[in-house]
Structures are given as C-alpha cells and as structure tokens.
C-alpha cells in the first residue's frame, strides 16, 4: 500500500501563489508516477498534472498550462505542485495520486492510492 499526504493549502488571494506537497511512504518513491486531481463543489474530479516516475515526462490541464509546474524529489519521496497566479476558479481540494508504473497518464481511474486531499481556496 502506498500512503500519500498532501500539505500546503490554504485561503489567498487571486494572483497569489503556493505550493503543495504531497509525502508518500509504502512503496520505493521513484518506481511510482504521481499525478495532481482537483475538486470543486459540485463538481467531478478534474487533472491537473502528472509526472513520471524518473520526473522526465510531465504533462498538464489546459486551464493550468503555464501557471502550474508539478516537480519531485524522489531523495524526498515528495512530489511538489506549484500553482501561480491563482485564480478563483482554482478553488478545489487538490488531492495526490500515485500508481505502481513508470509512465504518468491523466485518467483518474488508473491511480490506484490517493491521498486525503488539501483545501485551496482563491478569493476575488
């Protein structure tokens, strides 16, 4: 079992910036791709960004392209999101996912360990 834990959420402002991490334990960090989803109320759980398992190959959402960067640390067995220029319909739990390949993908449904989620709230 793969145990995920994200951090670094919060309430800012529109344009304001942050970064979340997500530590994982359980499994050999750099076997596994990770991947960021989101939620807002309402509505489905949306991705946001991926990366492999070496940290070669990354890829994002259109509506985050340019704003985001998603990076890791394998020595850290943390896998990073930076989000800048926050805007308000970036507000969402953002939650980790992680899966036993190499190569990232952004179907939900092909990560199998998710963590608990980390609230991001932008306001206007």
């Known amino acids: 079992q793969v145990q995920l834990v994200e951090s670094g959420g919060g309430l800012v402002q529109a344009g304001d910036s942050l970064r979340l991490s997500c530590a994982a334990s359980?499994?050999?960090?750099?076997?596994?791709?990770m991947g960021w989803f989101r939620q807002a109320p309402g509505k489905e759980r949306e991705f946001v960004a991926a990366?492999?398992?070496?940290?070669?190959?990354?890829n994002y959402a259109d509506s985050v392209k340019g704003r985001f960067t998603i990076s890791r640390d394998n020595n850290k067995n943390t896998v990073y999101l930076q989000v800048n220029s926050l805007k308000p319909d970036d507000t969402a739990v953002y939650y980790c996912?992680?899966?036993?390949?190499?190569?990232?993908?952004?179907?939900?449904?092909?990560?199998?360990?998710w963590g608990q989620g980390t609230q991001v709230t932008v306001s206007s």
């Open positions: 990366i492999s398992s070496s940290g070669l190959n990354t």
């Open positions: 359980g499994r050999t960090f750099s076997w596994l791709a």
């Open positions: 996912a992680a899966r036993d390949v190499g190569a990232s993908t952004y179907y939900n449904y092909e990560y199998p360990y």
